[in-house]
């Protein structure tokens, strides 16, 4: 069945340093890649998502390209902020259904 | 602003209590979703719903109950058969559920704890 696989936390990085949070997945059909935010006490936000091969999804200067020869979605920011401390999530929609990691808590100190 | 809106933001159930949760939406999105987050583990589907007076059963719907009367709501109910109810309760929609590349929508979440 559907499943996602990310890097376990918790991440603790400086400030202006390189984030890479790694998701690998099993699908059986094409899905769909997103990753996700959470803040503290708040629902999900979506922070970029990918819907086919090679696609780079971006936001806020984070990004993730779709690699499907090696079933990843690799999140990466190449400066990180103490606002970026939250829960990443990593997710596949197949047929409309989500399967989501079990997140990856990253905190920014300045 | 378009958005979801869950309520309470917190809730207390007694031993043997239903309670509900409310979820209300006016994305005019088809699909809505219930998910369960415990600490340490990502979001497991306890109900879906495509449409109107239409539901189904997720990953883990045993002691949860729902109803869609109305496109915008779709309340979720924990039951007294729900052993381990304390949680945080996310509420989502999307456009429809069978388009993959839509992302879902997500409300800001109800913590339900037991007294």
């Known amino acids: 069945g559907d499943s996602v696989t990310q890097m376990e936390g918790p991440v603790t990085l400086s400030e202006e340093a390189f984030l890479t949070i790694n998701c690998t997945y099993t699908?059986?059909?094409?899905?769909?890649l997103f990753w996700y935010v959470q803040y503290p006490g708040e629902g999900l936000q979506l922070l970029l998502k990918?819907?086919?091969?090679?696609d780079k999804g971006s936001n806020k200067g984070f990004e993730a390209t779709y690699r499907k020869e090696t079933t990843s979605f690799h999140l990466e920011k190449g400066s990180v902020q103490v606002s970026d401390s939250a829960v990443y999530f990593c997710?596949?929609?197949?047929?409309?259904?989500?399967?989501f990691g079990r997140g990856t808590q990253l905190t920014v100190w300045p | 602003d378009g958005g979801i809106t869950q309520s309470p933001k917190y809730l207390f159930r007694k031993e043997g209590q239903n309670v509900t949760l409310s979820c209300e939406q006016n994305?005019?999105?088809?699909?809505m979703y219930w998910y369960r987050q415990d600490p340490g583990q990502g979001l497991r589907l306890i109900y879906y719903?495509?449409?109107?007076?239409?539901?189904q059963k997720g990953d883990i719907a045993e002691g949860y109950s729902v109803s869609r009367e109305k496109k915008e709501s779709f309340p979720l109910t924990v039951t007294s058969a729900q052993k381990n109810p304390t949680a945080f309760y996310l509420c989502?929609?999307?456009?429809?559920?069978?388009?993959?590349?839509?992302?879902?929508?997500f409300g800001d979440g109800t913590r339900l704890s037991i007294l």
């Open positions: 989502a929609s999307s456009i429809k559920r069978l388009h993959s590349n839509q992302p879902q929508h």
């Open positions: 699908a059986t059909g094409y899905p769909s």
């Open positions: 990918a819907t086919k091969a090679d």
């Open positions: 997710a596949l929609s197949d047929e409309g259904r989500l399967y």
């Open positions: 994305l005019n999105h088809d699909a």
């Open positions: 719903s495509q449409i109107v007076n239409d539901f």
